[in-house]
């Protein structure tokens, strides 16, 4: 390779490091090359490419500053350490101790969940279940799903003790007197509770 090509790859770095997010486009300007050849130097520089705004955007893999979910927003672009949406929101929905609801993962995101989530009815990895109205979102597998729905079932169950008053309280402890052997969720779906 010319000197002049190198010289011009690293001022593109360096472009692209101040900038901490470009477009593909930007970047075949600052390489002085084809969008083809940009996209090469990208998958070189093992660059992020953002989940929202269709994947236009790029940042430099030492740029982003991670949150715990290994999420990553620069003013309005989002990136995500797991990859594309499509990975991002499997592995978040996988790793959860108690799954998310849509609007959870939307929140998470920064997505509206109706802009993204009719993607993720039939996706291998996750699976869907209606919870009082409301879709949940679970590990596919078998263990993991078992596990996510115990914990939210003690959210669930945890949050009812958390807001009932005295007279309510009394109501389910008759209810378990009377039913006995059913569980927290049982008792709370029981038309007198």
């Known amino acids: 390779m010319a000197q002049s090509d190198q010289d011009t790859i690293k001022k593109a770095w360096k472009h692209f490091e101040k900038a901490n997010v470009l477009n593909i486009g930007e970047l075949a300007t600052a390489l002085k090359c084809s969008i083809p050849s940009a996209r ?44 594309n949406l499509k990975k991002t929101v499997i592995h978040l929905v996988t790793s959860a101790s108690a799954g998310y609801t849509g609007r959870q993962l939307g929140e998470l ?47 669930v169950c945890r949050t009812a003790v958390d807001t009932i008053s005295e007279q309510e309280a009394i109501m389910i402890l008759v209810a378990i007197i009377r039913h006995h052997g059913i569980s927290a969720v049982e008792i709370l779906a029981l038309p007198e509770i």
């Open 40 to 83: 090469l130097k990208i998958k070189d520089w093992k660059a992020f490419t953002s989940y929202n705004h269709n994947g236009r955007f790029y940042t430099l893999p030492h740029v982003p500053r991670f949150d715990r979910h290994g999420l990553w927003r620069y003013k309005d672009i989002a990136f995500s350490m797991h990859g």
């Open 109 to 155: 995101l920064g997505l509206s969940p109706r802009s993204f989530l009719h993607h993720f009815r039939k996706c291998p990895g996750i699976c869907r279940e209606k919870q009082d109205g409301v879709y949940v979102y679970f590990s596919d597998d078998i263990s993991e799903y078992e596990k996510q729905m115990w914990q939210r079932n003690l959210i």
